[in-house]
């Protein structure tokens, strides 16, 4: 278990009893790491009781990383970490970011411009609510076993960020996408300071909506904080180092394998296209002829010129006067249909019915006794979603700018992505992710997957969707799915992730 481990860590550098959860002195741990590269001093404060608030066999390991922020405050990072069900020595290690889903869009006039972005917890919904092993329950108030939770054959690692987000702290938000990555890899090697043998297992990051964003921004920043690193770890002479253990010595890695897009936001300029495709497609199509050829000019005028967002992002009026146009086939579908436009096969007429789940993760964080278990400061409400993230991204020009360029980066790297979609999401459909995948992308072998026909794939003897591949990227479907893939599909969702972090989706 993580745990004893970590007891372990502790007892090197302090004479806490780890049995007993408290914060470990930061002066201490500030002298016994100063000597190392790239870990910044930091102390660690474990949440007290994890097994009260999750209903699992793997309740996990949770707690704040706290560390000066370099302006005179500090960060407070939340995080909880489930070891593997399987082989927590040599199983993976993934993270997940959640993206924010508005739960509300429907009813906000401007609900488009919402509906993807920072600032969600990935603590609470992307665990509570998705992939965790237990979930909140469908009524809400407590949690239930989750047989499919992520950590079947990965530890898997929650965290709140950036700063203001579910249970974390600081003074400071980040200003945009580069400084939070930057933040990340700060926390991430703390984390694997303190949890020593998390960090020679593989690496994999995951994410969902603005994922797309998160998830190949980190990594990016990761592949290249790792080749600086290893130039100056050659530099580092060895009676420099604190002789704590043979393995703490050195400023531990992160092994960066791959990473998984679920239901991302990558290319907004390309991924729109999908929309009209998505409600005018097929026999049972969301519009029905006439109104398809009412919204088909409009369509074609956004393929035009929705590309003015990937420069400024939201921050230029063109761009916002482009996508308050190109939006208008969700409006239709969220206000004159009802639907939901995470899953257009729900209906959706208020905030609550269209994802109850998430008010309830809400307000189970936010309950005192839950706090205190989870060793959270009663005073410190749980932020859901921060609309202050969004704010800041929005102000910095950082909401909804392309983040293609990572993802070429980490394919031309080598670095294996895993794009996937359930099939039923209106926001980022699937037509737009074909789109993104065929066209959207640059790298060496982007004319060759183009060309790749879509094969079903398997759970057991169903087919439970559609998938192609060449070399580092795998693009696959769930059908039946909407944005929520590991919600709405749990087993497939599990099923498809470790297939393809072990090699190949399953055929017949
Ligand atoms: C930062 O944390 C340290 C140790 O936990 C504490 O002594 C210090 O007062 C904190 N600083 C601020 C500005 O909160
Ligand atoms: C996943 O975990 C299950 C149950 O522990 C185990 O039987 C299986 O071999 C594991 N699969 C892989 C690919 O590690
Ligand atoms: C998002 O919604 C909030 C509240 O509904 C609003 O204050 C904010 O301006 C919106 N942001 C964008 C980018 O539309
Ligand atoms: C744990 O989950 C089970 C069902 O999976 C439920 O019956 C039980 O009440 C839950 N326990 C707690 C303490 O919430
Ligand atoms: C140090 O790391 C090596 C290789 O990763 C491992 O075999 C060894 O058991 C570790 N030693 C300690 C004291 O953790
Ligand atoms: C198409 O749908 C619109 C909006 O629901 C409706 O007003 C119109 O009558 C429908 N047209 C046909 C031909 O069914
Ligand atoms: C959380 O608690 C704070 C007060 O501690 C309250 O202001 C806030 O509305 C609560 N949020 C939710 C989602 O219950």
């Not at 481990?5 to 002298?31: E, M, W």
């Amino acid at each position: 278990m993580l745990s004893i481990h970590l007891s372990a860590f502790i007892a090197l550098g302090t004479s806490a009893n780890a049995a007993v959860p408290q914060v470990t002195p930061r002066s201490h741990l500030q002298t016994t790491f100063s000597g190392l590269s790239d870990v910044e001093p930091f102390s660690l404060q474990l949440s007290p009781d994890t097994a009260k608030v999750c209903n699992s066999t793997t309740p996990g390991t949770s707690g704040f990383i706290t560390s000066d922020d370099g302006q005179g405050g500090n960060n407070s990072i939340f995080f909880w970490a489930f070891e593997s069900k399987h082989d927590p020595k040599t199983d993976p290690v993934i993270l997940w970011m959640s993206g924010y889903e508005s739960p509300d869009s429907p009813n906000v006039p401007s609900a488009n411009l919402n509906s993807s972005g920072p600032g969600a917890s990935s603590v609470g919904f992307g665990n509570l609510m998705e992939l965790g092993p237990c979930r909140i329950a469908s009524e809400g108030g407590y949690t239930v076993d989750n047989e499919f939770g992520w950590n079947a054959n990965a530890t898997v690692l929650f965290v709140d960020q950036p700063v203001g987000v579910g249970y974390s702290r600081g003074q400071r938000i980040p200003a945009g996408i580069r400084d939070s990555s930057m933040a990340m890899v700060r926390f991430l090697r703390q984390f694997m300071t303190a949890f020593p043998e998390l960090a020679d297992l593989d690496f994999y990051i995951a994410g969902e909506s603005y994922g797309g964003s998160w998830v190949p921004a980190l990594a990016s920043t990761i592949l290249k904080s790792e080749s600086v690193s290893n130039e100056r770890e050659s530099l580092i002479v060895q009676e420099d180092r604190p002789n704590l253990s043979p393995n703490s010595s050195r400023a531990p890695k992160i092994n960066l394998k791959g990473i998984m897009i679920g239901n991302g936001l990558v290319r907004r300029s390309v991924q729109n296209m999908g929309f009209f495709e998505t409600v005018c497609s097929g026999p049972d199509s969301l519009f029905n002829s006439s109104q398809c050829l009412e919204w088909a000019p409009r369509a074609m005028w956004c393929e035009d010129n929705l590309a003015v967002c990937e420069v400024d992002g939201m921050k230029s009026s063109t761009c916002k006067e482009a996508e308050s146009k190109c939006s208008g086939i969700s409006k239709v579908v969220t206000e004159d249909m009802h639907r939901n436009p995470y899953d257009f096969r729900r209906e959706c007429h208020d905030q609550d019915s269209c994802y109850s789940e998430m008010r309830y993760v809400e307000e189970y964080l936010n309950r005192s006794d839950v706090k205190t278990a989870l060793g959270v400061p009663e005073n410190q409400a749980f932020v859901g979603i921060s609309l202050d993230v969004l704010k800041q991204w929005e102000k910095v020009g950082d909401l909804w700018r392309a983040s293609d360029e990572y993802v070429n980066h980490l394919l031309q790297s080598g670095i294996r992505v895993l794009i996937y979609v359930g099939d039923q999401d209106l926001y980022c459909n699937a037509p737009g992710m074909r789109l993104l995948v065929d066209r959207g992308l640059s790298w060496h072998g982007q004319p060759i997957i183009r060309l790749r026909e879509l094969v079903p794939w398997y759970l057991g003897t169903k087919s439970a969707g559609l998938w192609k591949s060449y070399e580092p990227l795998t693009y696959a479907e769930v059908a039946g799915a909407g944005h929520l893939v590991p919600f709405d599909k749990p087993e497939e969702a599990l099923t498809l992730i470790n297939s393809w972090i072990h090699g190949r989706l399953p055929a017949l």
